[in-house]
T-cell receptor, first 114, second 116 residues
Framework: AQTVTQSQPEMSVQEAETVTLSCTYDTSESDYYLFWYKQPPSRQMILVIR??????QNATENRFSVNFQKAAKSFSLKISDSQLGDAAMYFCAYMEWGAQKLVFGQGTRLTINP | DSGVTQTPKHLITATGQRVTLRCSPRSGDLSVYWYQQSLDQGLQFLIQ???????AKGNILERFSAQQFPDLHSELNLSSLELGDSALYFCASSVHLDRVYGNTIYFGEGSWLTVV
């Protein structure tokens, strides 16, 4: 079974600084998708960024970017110019193409220090 | 706003009771998913429906059931409730098997269930 591991239960960063959240996954499949979701105190799950495994180029969405290392099965999220509104729980998730099911990591709680 | 609508947002009920959670997917999405988020189990996939038919099943208890109606809204029925069923229940939806949109799943705001 596929598993997703987030080894950092908590992270903190100074406002305006850059922080990287780690995620590794285990799969024998070659066709899959990876996601980062953000869950603020409101508990809503908000999609941050998406990466297709067949694409070599790392995905970027404004201040958010990923470092996708397929051979190493690593998928880290970099947040640049951190803002107070970025404080949240961040979940890494995996989906096998056609499986229609997200497998989540345990989450990393990110604190932004003013 | 993800476009996925869930009701009710909060509910409190007693052990042994039955509740129904309702979900309206994003316009055009045929797939609906239910997830449970609890403190000890994290985010767990329960079940998926596609255009009215059950497509995938996860860690869903036999006391729980779901269905998707012709208008594509979905309901999750939880019966014989136990204290341990207290959790945040998410509904989510997606375009099914779409390479362009990458099977991105959009979540509703969740329904908080407290069993007392």
């Amino acid at each position: 079974a596929q598993t997703v591991t987030q080894s950092q239960p908590e992270m903190s960063v100074q406002e305006a600084e850059t922080v990287t959240l780690s995620c590794t996954y285990d799969t024998s499949e070659s066709d899959y998708y990876l996601f980062w979701y953000k869950q603020p105190p409101s508990r809503q799950m908000i999609l941050v960024i998406r990466q297709e495994a067949y694409k070599q180029q790392n995905a970027t969405e404004n201040r958010f970017s990923v470092n996708f290392q397929k051979a190493a099965k690593s998928f880290s999220l970099k947040i640049s110019d951190s803002q107070l509104g970025d404080a949240a729980m961040y979940f890494c998730a995996y989906m096998e193409w056609g499986a229609q099911k997200l497998v989540f990591g345990q989450g990393t709680r990110l604190t932004i220090n003013p | 706003d993800s476009g996925v609508t869930q009701t009710p947002k909060h509910l409190i009920t007693a052990t042994g009771q039955r509740v129904t959670l309702r979900c309206s997917p994003r316009s055009g999405d045929l797939s609906v998913y239910w997830y449970q988020q609890s403190l000890d189990q994290g985010l767990q996939f329960l079940i998926q429906y596609y255009n009215g038919e059950e497509r995938a099943k996860g860690n869903i208890l036999e006391r729980f059931s779901a269905q998707q109606f012709p208008d594509l809204h979905s309901e999750l029925n939880l019966s014989s409730l136990e204290l341990g069923d207290s959790a945040l229940y998410f509904c989510a939806s997606s375009v099914h098997l779409d390479r362009v949109y990458g099977n991105t799943i959009y979540f509703g705001e969740g329904s908080w269930l407290t069993v007392v």
